[in-house]
């Protein structure tokens, strides 16, 4: 998604340092400390796991920390919210994995 | 977890209007301060809000930043990225369980903010749908548009405040529409109560409420708030068409948000057969409005009380922002939602309450109190944006509650 450079009211951002991060094996492009979840909105990812159960897409929905649909993984930090956590330079980043559940063994659609 | 312990007089979990306030007030008046604060950065949601009010733009990241500044002068520590998760009270300390180590202080101020109300609809957890304030944070704090084009969905001051936002941002917006009836969304989806929400509203001048209060009287004329007078096209504010007669039906998409179904309602919010029609957008913004965040208090064993003009359940406390438990004191929309003024108002008058317990103030305690609880009746009389007819009753209400309970004057 767009990024706004030049907010109408609120101006420009100080001194942006570009980085550069790997998500799902990609390199991609994004801002030192921005949340991760922004980075990736900006580079059009909208799936930021898969549910653990059914497998289906799911994305950021509050961005303030309270729901934690944006949860995701980053090497050597385990699960944490995309939206909460800042980005470092070649930070690995990995969506949300679908886990096997052979011990409810519920069928899904 | 790390195990390190650190000591204040006072710790402050949240640094938005209210806890960034009372940390300076409190500061000033020689305690030293901690502020805890799972976002990244101060200021709370300040940080991406803006109105417009007697032709200036209303910023709070600009006061947000003068308080931040106060703050480090008076040299509060503000913690940023660390969350809170616990709470227990050992002889007369509270231990802080934070993701950082345990923190120390006799203290504790709650000062959490709201959350958004969850607004199920058919699709939401399709990536792509959002809560309203997601939408806020994502344009106006990290300058990423939320999409290309997207729909509102549910009608209350927050979603029009941050519609506005949107459209000054430049995030184009299909239309402000009713979220589905069904047993979430109650008087939510109907569009007679939208109405007279709305024009409940239009008397708070000059406030961007106003005009597209005035606005709707104007397209209604003085016959009355008849719903099915509502031009079914919606009336257009800031260019975004207001439907007050169209109801989203479903979110659809595969992997995203690629368009909603949208219908027409009648009166009575039922849907017109027929009326159903397919609208591209490639993000949506669910506006169910806001509740008092208030986990915290509830861990601390604070009790609770009902108050739906005040945003819902809310911890038990007195017009001095203290509450039942020894040391624990709120403040700002945790004890019910308002604007970020009255929250900082509020900030002020726990922070003076504190002082008082603590026995700074000496003999002047009570006046000292007694003129911050003076300061937020002004600002919330001279509010621009309510979120709720009623506020000032429903505290009345609380504040009796409290009186009966533990005795006057506590």
């Known amino acids: 998604m767009e990024r706004i450079q030049d907010h109408p009211i609120l101006g420009r951002k100080t001194l942006r340092e570009p980085i550069s991060f790997i998500f799902n094996g990609k390199p991609m492009a994004g801002y030192r400390g921005e949340p991760i979840a922004a980075a990736l909105l900006a580079a059009g990812v909208r799936t930021l796991r898969k549910h653990e159960e059914s497998g289906n897409s799911r994305g950021l929905y509050c961005a303030i920390g309270h729901c934690m649909e944006c949860r995701l993984s980053v090497k050597g930090k385990g699960i944490v919210r995309s939206c909460l956590t800042p980005l470092e330079d070649g930070m690995k980043v990995f969506e949300g994995q679908q886990l096997p559940n052979e011990i409810t063994g519920r069928l899904l659609p | ?410």
């Open chain 2, 1 to 410: 977890m790390k195990s390190k312990r650190q000591q204040s007089d006072l710790i402050i979990v949240g640094a938005g209007p209210a806890g960034l306030a009372a940390a300076a007030a409190a500061a000033e008046n020689g305690l030293s301060v901690t502020i805890i604060d799972e976002f990244p950065e101060p200021g709370g949601r300040m940080l991406g809000q803006f109105h417009e009010e007697r032709g200036h733009w209303w910023v709070g990241k600009r006061i947000a930043d003068e308080l931040i500044e106060k703050n480090r002068a008076q040299g509060v520590l503000i913690r940023c990225g660390v969350s809170v998760y616990g709470m227990l009270k050992v002889d007369d300390m509270w231990e802080v369980s934070t993701s950082h180590g345990t923190m120390l202080a006799p203290r504790v101020l709650l000062a959490t903010g709201a959350a958004e109300i969850p607004m199920p609809a058919n699709g939401w957890t399709l990536p792509g749908v959002m809560s309203i304030g997601a939408a806020q944070v994502m344009t106006n704090v990290h300058y990423v548009k939320p999409g290309k084009r997207g729909i509102i969905v549910g009608v209350n001051v927050l979603a029009m405040a941050i519609a506005r936002e949107l459209s000054v941002s430049g995030v184009s917006l299909a239309s402000i529409v009713l979220p589905p009836s069904g047993p979430f969304a109650g008087k939510a989806a109907l569009p007679k109560e939208n109405l007279q929400l709305l024009m409940s509203l239009s008397h708070l001048a000059p406030s961007p409420i106003l005009r597209f209060g005035g606005k709707i009287a104007n397209a209604l004329g003085l016959a009355g708030i008849v719903s099915s007078l509502f031009p079914r096209s919606g009336i257009k504010l800031w260019d975004i068409p207001l439907k007050l007669r169209t109801k989203v039906v479903s979110i659809n998409g595969t992997d995203r948000v690629e368009s909603v179904t949208l219908a027409d309602v009648n009166g009575q919010g039922e849907i017109i057969a027929g009326s159903e029609r397919e609208e591209a957008v490639d993000f949506v913004a669910l506006a169910g409005g806001l509740y008092p965040l208030a986990e915290l208090a509830s861990i601390a064993g604070c009790p609770f009380i009902y108050t739906p003009e005040l945003g819902g359940h809310l911890p038990l406390h007195s017009e001095r922002m203290k509450t039942p438990v020894e040391g624990l004191y709120v403040a700002g929309n945790i004890t019910g939602v308002e604007s970020a003024l009255v929250a900082m108002a509020q900030g002020q008058l726990a922070a003076t309450s504190i002082c008082s317990d603590a026995g700074i103030f000496g003999h002047n305690g009570e006046s000292k109190v007694a003129a911050a609880i003076e300061e937020v009746h002004r600002v919330r009389a001279s509010a621009l944006i309510q979120f709720h007819p009623g506020i000032p009753e429903a505290r009345r209400k609380i504040y009796r509650m409290w009186q009966e309970t533990f005795g006057a004057g506590v």
